[in-house]
C-alpha cells in the first residue's frame, strides 16, 4: 500500500504520495509544506498531463487484438467495456480530444466485463480486466512515452517529496469497490524503486 504519510524513509529518500484532486490546493500545501504538488489528471498541465489515462499519445497496442491500436490508455478501457445492452465500441480507440470516452451503465445497463480483445468471444471479469488490459496498457505508455517525464520525476524526488494528485486514490488492484488510482500505478510500475 501507498503512504500518506511525508516522512523521511530510512535511507533519506523522499516518498512519493498520491493525494486526491479534490482536496484543496491549500490544504495539500499545509500538509505538505516542503512537496512538489503535480497534476497527472487530464486537468493537468504539460508535461505531466501525458501521464492521464486519457491523454492522446497514439498507437498504443490494443491488447489481444493484433494490429490495432488505440489512442488513449482510457480509450483502450472504455472501447473494451461489454454491457448488459452494449458490445464492444471501437470509436473510443480513436478520440483525441481526451473527452467523450467514457462510457456509462446509466446508458447502457450494467458492465459485465471487458473482451479480451476486439474479435474475442472471452469476456474478462473487471479484476482479470485490470491485470490483462488496463494494467499492461498503462505500463506500455509509461515505457514507450513518458520515459522522460518518469526521469524528471525521479530527479525531482532526489531533493522534495512529490505528491501526485488523482480523481482516485486506490492503490489496490485487487481492492475493486473502487476505481484504481493512475498516479499510484505510476508509482508502482515506473518510480517503484525510487519510492520509500
Known sequence: MLSSQNEMSPDNAF???VESKRRS???LVKRYPNALIIDVTSRGIQPWVKFSPFYPHGNIPVPYSPNITAVSVEGVWQGLKVFERADIDVTKFNITTM???KRSSRTF???IGHRAGVNSEIILSYRDARYQIYLPTYQWVLTHYLQTEVQQLIAA???QSIVLLDYETNADVDNLTKPLSHAALI???ALS???A
Open 25 to 27: 490546493l491549500d490544504n
Open 157 to 159: 524526488s532526489k531533493k
Open 15 to 17: 516518498r512519493f504520495i
Open 99 to 101: 473527452s467523450g470516452i
Open 193 to 195: 524503486d525510487y519510492s
Open 187 to 189: 508509482i508502482k510500475l
Open 109 to 111: 445497463g450494467n458492465v
